[in-house]
């Protein structure tokens, strides 16, 4: 039988799943998209995403493929898993691609956008959709710190001890903190992330906006390897993986969408990573 790729964008709201991977015990989104899949494909589908969300995290472009002999039509595939899939996930385009296409191993950067709300009074409208600070922060401290992520770094001071990854070292191709309106937004773009490494850095930041922590010793966390030294973990609620990045004979066959989450309205820049 003949077999095709289909890559696809994701978009879920993380709140109530243990992270996108599937789990025998607790609910993963992979999980929930493979079993809508696999109904419209009267077949078993395996779904593998450019990246593994945490528990609680969000995605508006997460890039994912899967490998089946179904034929049916984009249309189709949207249509029928949509009317599948619970209201806190959607799928928001699909799209052949090449055999040699893997969402995960073919890319070459993931971008994430941690938002902040700084406003005295807790969201209702956005709540688990921003890490509310209700205390103000020194942002022009938080701004200056964030720089220095940029380049090629080992973040071990920024992993996760459960962390996986095989070496700590990874290069941020941006890493722009910038306040919009009530709103304090991070870009970070990177060839690959750590377990928790977007939160780490968050947190990090966190404790530069409160004046628990200054330039210096943050130069010395980066410097000194070590989690353990590292301020708490920042919630989850506020994360949210936005793209992913192909070599350009790819990028040219996936839809160029805004980048998310639209109710921000920033200015798109949907630029290719430059290392």
């Known amino acids: 039988m003949t077999t095709q790729t289909l890559a696809v964008g994701i978009e879920f709201l993380g709140t ?10 607790v609910l993963g989104v992979q999980a929930v998209i493979e079993q809508a899949l696999s109904t419209i494909a009267n077949e078993p589908i395996e779904l593998i995403a450019a990246g593994r969300t945490d528990a609680g ?4 472009n997460m890039v994912a493929h899967f490998i089946t002999t179904a034929e049916r039509t984009p ?48 969201p209702a409208l956005l709540r688990h959709q921003v890490t509310h600070e209700f205390a103000p922060l020194d ?4 701004i200056t710190a964030s720089r220095l992520f940029v380049g090629r770094h080992d973040f071990s001071s920024f992993r996760a001890a459960a962390c996986q990854s095989n070496q ?7 890493a722009k903190l910038f306040e919009h309106g009530a709103y304090l937004v991070l870009d970070i773009q990177a ?11 968050m947190g990090a930041l966190f404790a530069i906006g409160r004046n628990q922590m200054n330039i210096d010793d943050l130069h010395a966390l980066i410097a000194a390897k070590d989690r353990s030294l590292a301020p708490p973990t920042a919630a989850a609620d506020g994360l949210y993986f936005i793209n992913a ?5 790819f990028q040219a066959l996936l839809p160029s969408l805004p980048l998310t989450p639209a ?5 798109d820049d949907n630029s290719m990573p430059k290392y």
């Open 16 to 25: 109530r799943y243990r992270g996108w991977q599937r789990q025998a015990e």
């Open 57 to 60: 995290v969000h995605a508006s």
């Open 75 to 122: 249309y189709n595939w949207l249509r029928g898993a949509n009317s599948l899939l619970p209201d806190d996930i959607a799928l928001r385009w699909l799209t052949p691609m090449p055999a040699d296409f893997h969402a995960r191993f073919s890319a070459i950067a993931r971008r994430y956008r941690y938002i902040t709300l700084n406003q005295p009074y807790r």
């Open 139 to 142: 942002t022009a401290a938080m």
């Open 168 to 174: 700590p070292v990874r290069t941020v191709s941006h």
């Open 191 to 201: 060839d690959g992330f750590l377990h928790h490494m977007v939160r780490n850095i």
């Open 245 to 249: 990045y192909y070599p350009e004979h």
């Open 263 to 267: 109710w921000l309205n920033l200015p």
